[in-house]
Structure formats: structure tokens, C-alpha cells
């Protein structure tokens, strides 16, 4: 019973990393039979937490990827969820919109703070390497924070030099879809902690039906001097 249940949430947090898979794929990365992943992927849809669309291949018969269902995110960390929504909904009625505005602004100032340290403990001052090379470590330590805080965070590395922090479940979404100022100052506490120099652009949000957030992190291109 225990195995089957590790199975489960195995199965769970795959697709909640890495978004919409074959029972083919989860079998590979599991190193366990296709039949023995059915088996359980039925078991998860008859709790609709699970569900899939078919993918049509230029060969053979359409591909069954499978995807998690709306109902699945009360299994993943939800940071005291529906507190917060409380708490947002008092400080509004209470004392009015520009009263939460300043609670935001001080929640982000708080997180700038804690995270800035954290990354600063992390620096190396003995090797000063060059600025792609440092945003690339800032923006991997600021995923394992957001990991940890149970965003489901990872970072990953563009072809093109850029970078993409990817958070593949929100732990207050619940509070976010009730004040999207959040989501607000979620951006500003990025882009205040990675510095005027670097661009962040959210490509992706929860908040509008995509399956994760995504952010878009890169160096600005330098400006070339001019001569007077």
C-alpha cells in the first residue's frame, strides 16, 4: 500500500514540475512499467485529480498526455492560504484599499530583505566571475528560496543567455486570486532584488490559466557610452 501511495505522489509532483506527460514518459523517469503508470493514472482520475487530452502523431494512434486537474492543488503546500485571504479581506474592510497597498509594500520589503541576505551569504568574493555569470548564480539560489517556501521553483538556462524562473504551484493562489496586488508585488520583489540592470518579464501566470508562473530574467544590454 505504502509503495503504491509513493507512486502516487510520485506521479504527482511530475507532472506538477514538468507539466503534461505520456504514461510512457512517467514510466521512463520512474523505472517502472507503462501498465503498472495506467494503472495508478486511472486510480488518480477517479479522484479527478488527474486527467488527460489526446495528442495526434503524424504516426500510429494519438498520445494520451496526462495532466493535473484543478481539484489537485489542495495536495501541494498552500502557506496557510485561506488565513491570508482573511487577513487581506480585515485590513481592506478596515482600514481600506490604501491600508493593504502599504501591507503589500511592507510583506515585499520584508521578503527583499530575507532573500537578499540569503544571496548574500552565497557570494563568492574571492572570484569575481562576469555578469551573466553571476545572474545565473543569483537566479539559481533564488529558485532553491522559492523551493523551499514551496513554490515548486527551478531555474533554467536559455539558449540565448537569458534565464527562466519557473514556480510550478502557488501557495497562496487562493489570497492571489482574491487580491492580484500580490502577484503585483511578487514582480516587484524580484526585480528589486536582481537590480535595475536586469529585465523581468512574467511570460507566465497561474492567474491566467497557464499551469505555472514563469518569469523572463536577463541582463539589459549595456548602453554604449557617449562622448562629449
Known amino acids: 500500500m505504502e509503495e503504491k501511495q509513493k507512486a502516487k505522489h510520485q506521479i504527482l509532483y511530475l507532472l506538477k514540475m514538468y507539466g503534461p506527460q505520456s504514461a510512457a514518459e512517467l514510466a521512463e523517469q520512474l523505472q517502472v512499467s507503462p501498465m503498472a503508470i495506467r494503472q495508478h493514472l486511472q486510480n488518480l482520475k477517479a479522484y479527478a485529480q488527474v486527467t488527460y487530452e489526446e495528442d495526434r502523431r503524424p504516426l500510429g494512434r494519438p498520445v494520451k498526455l496526462w495532466q493535473l486537474t484543478e481539484r489537485s492543488a489542495d495536495l501541494f503546500p498552500n502557506a496557510h492560504d485561506d488565513l491570508m485571504v482573511d487577513m487581506l479581506h480585515n485590513v481592506e474592510k478596515l482600514f481600506g484599499a490604501s491600508a493593504l497597498e502599504k501591507v503589500l509594500a511592507e510583506r515585499a520589503k520584508q521578503q527583499v530583505e530575507t532573500y537578499s541576505q540569503e544571496l548574500a551569504e552565497r557570494e563568492d568574493d574571492r572570484e569575481r566571475a562576469d555578469r551573466q555569470s553571476e545572474l545565473g548564480r543569483r537566479v ?11 513554490y515548486m521553483a ?4 536559455r539558449d540565448d543567455g537569458s534565464f527562466l524562473l519557473v514556480e510550478n504551484h502557488c501557495p497562496i493562489q487562493t489570497a492571489a486570486h482574491t487580491c492580484q496586488l500580490l502577484c503585483h508585488w ?5 526585480q528589486t532584488l536582481l537590480g535595475p540592470e536586469v529585465s523581468v518579464e512574467r511570460v507566465e501566470h497561474i492567474m491566467e490559466g497557464d499551469r505555472r508562473c514563469a ?11 557617449i562622448e562629449t
Do not use: C, Q, T, W
Not at 539560489?141 to 514551496?150: F, K, P, Q, T, V
Not at 511578487?186 to 524580484?190: A, G, L, N, S, T
Open 186 to 190: 511578487e514582480m516587484k520583489v524580484f
Open 140 to 150: 539559481r539560489h533564488l529558485a532553491e528560496i522559492r523551493d523551499r517556501e514551496g
Open 215 to 225: 518569469y523572463a530574467i536577463a541582463l539589459n544590454p549595456k548602453r554604449p557610452s
Open 154 to 157: 527551478r531555474a533554467i538556462a
